[in-house]
C-alpha cells in the first residue's frame, strides 16, 4: 500500500572540508545547506543526496559520512499493482519506509511524496 507521507526535512551544514571533499569527489559544488530525505519518524539516521547521483551525505548524533552508494529503487506499484516507473529516491540501506518522487496515479490520490512500508 502506498501512502502520501512527511519527510523527515531535518538539515545540516556542509564544513569548508565536506563540501571540498564532495566537489572534488563528483566534480561539482554541494549545496552548503543539506537536508534530510528519508521519511519522518525513521530513527537517528539521516540522509542527503550531495552534488553527484550516487554521492551521500549520511549523519547520525556525532558521525558524519559521505558515501558513494547507489539510491535504494525499490519499485512502487500503482493502485492496480502494476510497476512505476519511479523507485525509492533514498539512499540504499535507509532506515525507515520507502518515499518516491510522486503519489501513485488514479482518482483521489493525495499529491506529495508517498510512501510503503519496508526500509531497511
Not at 538539515?11 to 569548508?16: G, N
Not at 530513527?43 to 559520512?65: I, M, N, Y
Amino acid at each position: 500500500m502506498t501512502t502520501s507521507v512527511e519527510l523527515c526535512s531535518r538539515q545540516v551544514v556542509l564544513s569548508d572540508r565536506e563540501a571540498g571533499a564532495i566537489r572534488g569527489l563528483s566534480g561539482r559544488a554541494a549545496d552548503r545547506v543539506l537536508e534530510c530525505v528519508l521519511v519522518a519518524d525513521h530513527g537517528q539516521e539521516h540522509a542527503a543526496r550531495t552534488g553527484g547521483d550516487e554521492w551521500w551525505l549520511r549523519w547520525w548524533p556525532g558521525r558524519r559520512v559521505l558515501q558513494r552508494i547507489p539510491s535504494c529503487g525499490e519499485a512502487a506499484a500503482d493502485e492496480t499493482g502494476a510497476a512505476r516507473a519511479d523507485g525509492c529516491g533514498c539512499p540504499a540501506g535507509h532506515e525507515g519506509g520507502h518515499a518516491f518522487a510522486s503519489p501513485p496515479e488514479g482518482p483521489g490520490d493525495p499529491a506529495g511524496p508517498s510512501v510503503r512500508a519496508g526500509g531497511v
